[in-house]
Nanobody
């Protein structure tokens, strides 16, 4: 069983910052690409940022220059530093991971339960 547990969400004023964390636990061989997605009310879920096991990163255009994704492989944890937050960043943020359960290269996607981020204007 693999679990992804997010933390760090909350309420912040526009222009402020938050840092999200996502820790993976359970029995697995390797964590491959990990990332953060978000879903605002009435909107589809969108990928915000992702990071590979060797630290290659990708960002949605809407967050480039404001958000930074990082990972600590020793702690099986990823982070999302969110700066210069805007009201349109308000959403539930979900951690996702491509998990390799054994030495075989097959990878399965896992999701966290989500953490609410609310940015007031």
């Amino acid at each position: 069983q693999v679990r992804l547990v997010e933390s760090g969400g909350g309420l912040v004023q526009a222009g402020g910052s938050l840092r999200l964390s996502c820790a993976a636990s359970g029995n697995f061989y390797r964590l491959n690409r990990m990332g953060w997605s978000r879903q605002a009310p009435g909107k589809e879920r969108e990928l915000v940022a992702s990071i590979t096991s060797d630290d290659n990163t990708n960002y949605a255009d809407s967050v480039k220059g404001r958000f930074t994704i990082s990972r600590d492989n020793a702690k099986n944890t990823i982070y999302l530093q969110m700066d210069t937050l805007k009201p349109e960043d308000t959403a539930v943020y979900y951690c996702t991971a491509g998990v390799q359960l054994t030495w075989r290269p097959n990878s399965r996607d896992y999701w966290g339960q989500g953490t609410q981020v609310t940015v007031s204007s």
